[in-house]
């Protein structure tokens, strides 16, 4: 794991998270991966900072907390095409619990977007994305659903004991 020069590191952490696919819906029951995806963990750090000017990379994740789930009944609304029939159905949703994560990200060059190559400005962007990693981000951050809110703050992407460091 190589630092970037517009590295950020932060640790994102929650009650619970979601991380489903949709082979994982069968019948409207979600069941979470163990860790978060690299989309996942992109989406965080978009919520954290995001530029049409910049592309984010996620560089390494560390799992701190102990990977733990939980099942939930839930009672999603169940609308027909005409929406004129309402109803709820019992679905059960395998949550991941008490969630803490450590992330090294860094960002380059949006590529596609030449007409905004007069903003690529790398002290000024990285300078806001930690700035951002310190107020917890500019928009809410979710655990793969919106219903697994999110908190961000900065941390030394390494310090700490995670559960699975002297794992295998």
């Not at 990379?57 to 733990?68: E, G, L, P, S």
Request: aromatic residues 14%.
């Amino acid at each position: 794991m190589r630092r970037q020069r517009n590295s950020i590191e932060y640790e994102v952490y929650g009650g619970y998270a979601l991380f489903s696919d949709a082979a994982t819906r069968i019948g409207g029951e979600k069941f979470s991966y163990q860790v978060p995806t690299y989309q996942a963990l992109k989406g965080i750090t978009e919520s954290i900072y995001w530029k049409p000017t910049l592309v984010w990379i996620i560089d390494a994740v560390r799992v701190m907390n102990k990977i733990q789930t939980e099942g939930k009944g839930i009672r999603p609304i169940k609308m027909s095409p005409s929406k004129k029939n309402v109803s709820n159905e019992l679905s059960y949703y395998t949550y991941l619990k008490d969630v803490r994560y450590q992330v090294l990200a860094h960002f380059e060059w949006n590529e596609q977007r030449h007409d905004l190559m007069p903003d690529r400005d790398e002290n000024k962007h990285h300078n806001i994305a930690k700035r951002a990693v310190d107020r917890g981000g500019r928009r809410d951050i979710f655990l793969g659903t919106r219903e697994c809110q999110a908190y961000v703050e900065p941390c030394e992407f390494g310090a700490g004991t995670g559960f699975y460091d002297e794992y295998g």
